[in-house]
């Protein structure tokens, strides 16, 4: 261009050195090309590309893109919850308070969290731990939900999704150099947002298998193997446990939780209970424990000591309200210091959305008996956990018709994670491609039917086996169609590489 020509000019006149960009690839964050996100990678990207292509016309096998790649029920086609929806109307736009189409205690709702805010709106920043009324519904909601068991509001802090609280504390855990540099402990598989916060901190994953063959089990003697073995390059600070599990959708029991916290004291690790699908409980004789409840009825030699972080969302559960980004994280027995300098580290991003925040409360605060709302409210709710459930075991029997694919019992969550089995000629042409075996079956998949899913790759898996996560938001009879395809999928491709 006649600029560039003009300045290259100047440069050789001497009057401007010729330099190259500040930022650059060999010159940015290194840790940031360590960072990766399996859920919204290559496959994805891909998907959205089919979904111009399909826009403008082009011709493909099939009439449009299933994601069944992400825990985003609403975008699945799952209904807001009507309260939820009614009150953050309300909150965004309070003349609607003069409205008689809105029920009392949504509007009595409504007014407490306006109340709260910076002139009443819910467009003025918050403090930064979150809101006070919301933090004191949060530990009002702990303590019933834990049958009694105190919670302390100012142990509260409301954030951006549960995954803005994780990354939080995270960081507050990394430090040293070398073989002091601290080590996390997360499952394999396991959810890569931890993976992917542990490479852009630079701390040092460490990962412990969970055993499939027993439903996706945590074994305590595979904890203290991959301890020790760590112990020989970094320091093992942080044990991060998922429950119920994503990808691999356990639930664990009691009795797992009281040895993990065991295992906790004896090794001196800090725990981290995410704990975001605490309502998806689908499998009979399965049920929520919280970490914080199990903790404290093991009695105050476990319950003075272990320091434990657990985290909540609005994402998940039977809200799926992912957009808002409201969540909370509870923290026990951290020291005073370094609480102060957590709510320091906060204060630096001012606060979580409000609106996040708002529906947080909702959550936490929902309709009770006698309330207008309550009938709906239950019924929505009942509903939305009854197709869940109902689509989990839909999805593990009918991929367990097919030859060459297995899937544990989906306990909980949102996900199944089924092992395939790939002909020797499928992953050997995988390789000379470079990609991961399960990457190019997914892909496949998605040319061939629409159907987008994650490969097993981007949440670890054992050496030498191969895996999908699959969501089970759609609506069931689109569930249906997209299993019954991938059936038929699977067996053409093993018929093609065998």
Same mark, same amino acid.
């Given at each position: 261009?006649?600029?560039?020509?003009?300045?290259?000019?100047?440069?050789?006149?001497?009057?401007?050195?010729?330099?190259?960009?500040?930022?650059?690839?060999?010159?940015?964050?290194?840790?940031?090309?360590?960072?990766?996100?399996?859920?919204?990678?290559?496959?994805?990207?891909?998907?959205?590309?089919?979904?111009?292509?399909?826009?403008?016309?082009?011709?493909?096998?099939?009439? %449009?893109?299933?994601?069944?790649?992400?825990?985003?029920?609403?975008?699945?086609?799952?209904?807001?919850?009507?309260?939820?929806?009614?009150?953050?109307?309300?909150?965004?736009?309070?003349?609607?308070?003069?409205?008689?189409?809105?029920?009392?205690?949504?509007?009595?709702?409504?007014?407490?969290?306006?109340?709260?805010?910076?002139?009443?709106?819910?467009?003025?920043?918050?403090?930064?731990?979150?809101?006070?009324?919301?933090?004191?519904?949060?530990?009002?909601?702990?303590?019933?939900?834990?049958?009694?068991?105190?919670?302390?509001?100012?142990?509260?802090?409301?954030?951006?999704?549960?995954?803005?609280?994780?990354?939080?504390?995270?960081?507050?855990?990394?430090?040293?150099?070398?073989?002091?540099?601290?080590?996390?402990?997360?499952?394999?598989?396991?959810?890569?947002?931890?993976?992917?916060?542990?490479?852009?901190?630079?701390?040092?994953?460490?990962?412990?298998?969970?055993?499939?063959?027993?439903?996706?089990?945590?074994?305590?003697?595979?904890?203290?193997?991959?301890?020790?073995?760590?112990?020989?390059?970094?320091?093992?600070?942080?044990?991060?446990?998922?429950?119920?599990?994503?990808?691999?959708?356990?639930?664990?029991?009691?009795?797992?939780?009281?040895?993990?916290?065991?295992?906790?004291?004896?090794? &001196?690790?800090?725990?981290?209970?995410?704990?975001?699908?605490?309502? &998806?409980?689908?499998?009979?004789?399965?049920?929520?424990?919280?970490?914080?409840?199990?903790?404290?009825?093991?009695?105050?030699?476990?319950?003075?000591?272990?320091?434990?972080?657990?985290?909540?969302?609005?994402?998940?559960?039977?809200?799926?309200?992912?957009?808002?980004?409201?969540?909370?994280?509870?923290?026990?027995?951290?020291?005073?210091?370094?609480?102060?300098?957590?709510?320091?580290?906060?204060?630096?991003?001012?606060?979580?959305?409000?609106?996040?925040?708002?529906?947080?409360?909702?959550?936490?605060?929902?309709?009770?008996?006698? %309330?207008?709302?309550?009938?709906?409210?239950?019924?929505?709710?009942?509903?939305?956990?009854?197709?869940?459930?109902?689509?989990?075991?839909?999805?593990?029997?009918?991929?367990?018709?097919?030859?060459?694919?297995?899937?544990?019992?989906?306990?909980?969550?949102?996900?199944?994670?089924?092992?395939?089995?790939?002909?020797?000629?499928?992953?050997? %042409?995988?390789?000379?491609?470079?990609?991961?075996?399960?990457?190019?079956?997914?892909?496949?998949?998605?040319?061939?039917?629409?159907?987008?899913?994650?490969?097993?790759?981007?949440?670890?898996?054992?050496?030498?086996?191969?895996?999908?996560?699959?969501?089970?938001? #759609? #609506?069931?009879?689109?569930?249906?169609?997209?299993?019954?395809?991938?059936?038929?999928?699977?067996?053409?491709?093993?018929?093609?590489?065998?």
């Amino acid at each position: 261009t006649p600029s560039e020509h003009l300045h290259q000019k100047m440069s050789e006149n001497g009057a401007l050195p010729l330099r190259g960009k500040v930022l650059t690839v060999d010159t940015m964050n290194a840790n940031v090309k360590k960072v990766d996100y399996a859920v919204r990678g290559p496959i994805v990207q891909r998907a959205v590309q089919i979904e111009k292509e399909l826009k403008e016309g082009v011709k493909k096998p099939f009439e %449009e893109v299933i994601k069944a790649n992400i825990g985003d029920a609403h975008a699945m086609g799952q209904r807001p919850i009507t309260f939820f929806r009614q009150v953050m109307a309300l909150c965004t736009y309070p003349q609607l308070l003069d409205d008689n189409k809105f029920p009392e205690d949504a509007k009595n709702r409504a007014r407490r969290i306006l109340q709260s805010c910076g002139g009443n709106s819910i467009g003025a920043y918050t403090t930064s731990q979150g809101i006070d009324c919301v933090r004191h519904d949060v530990a009002n909601y702990i303590q019933r939900r834990d049958g009694g068991i105190p919670s302390d509001p100012d142990n509260i802090y409301l954030t951006t999704g549960a995954s803005d609280g994780i990354v939080t504390i995270l960081k507050l855990l990394t430090a040293g150099e070398g073989r002091t540099r601290t080590g996390v402990m997360i499952s394999i598989p396991q959810y890569p947002l931890y993976s992917a916060s542990i490479a852009e901190l630079g701390a040092v994953q460490i990962n412990y298998y969970l055993n499939e063959e027993k439903c996706w089990s945590l074994d305590i003697s595979e904890l203290q193997r991959s301890l020790q073995a760590a112990r020989e390059h970094c320091d093992p600070r942080v044990l991060c446990i998922i429950n119920p599990g994503n990808p691999t959708g356990q639930v664990q029991s009691r009795q797992c939780i009281e040895d993990v916290i065991r295992f906790a004291v004896k090794e &001196n690790l800090f725990l981290m209970a995410d704990e975001v699908y605490q309502d &998806n409980v689908y499998a009979e004789g399965c049920e929520f424990h919280s970490f914080k409840k199990v903790l404290f009825e093991m009695g105050p030699e476990y319950s003075s000591k272990v320091e434990l972080a657990s985290f909540h969302s609005t994402s998940k559960c039977y809200m799926g309200e992912c957009g808002f980004r409201g969540g909370y994280m509870e923290v026990i027995n951290m020291d005073p210091e370094v609480k102060a300098q957590l709510t320091k580290l906060v204060s630096v991003r001012l606060c979580p959305p409000a609106p996040g925040q708002a529906l947080m409360d909702l959550v936490v605060n929902s309709p009770q008996p006698g %309330e207008p709302s309550y009938q709906t409210f239950i019924k929505e709710r009942t509903d939305v956990l009854s197709a869940l459930a109902e689509k989990a075991k839909l999805t593990e029997e009918i991929l367990n018709t097919v030859p060459g694919i297995s899937c544990n019992p989906v306990q909980g969550a949102m996900y199944s994670f089924p092992r395939i089995t790939l002909p020797e000629r499928a992953i050997n %042409e995988a390789k000379a491609k470079g990609q991961a075996p399960d990457m190019f079956y997914c892909m496949k998949l998605l040319e061939e039917t629409g159907i987008c899913l994650v490969p097993g790759s981007g949440f670890g898996q054992r050496e030498g086996t191969y895996h999908f996560r699959m969501t089970i938001l #759609p #609506p069931t009879d689109k569930l249906k169609i997209m299993l019954n395809k991938l059936k038929e999928f699977h067996q053409k491709f093993t018929q093609q590489y065998s």
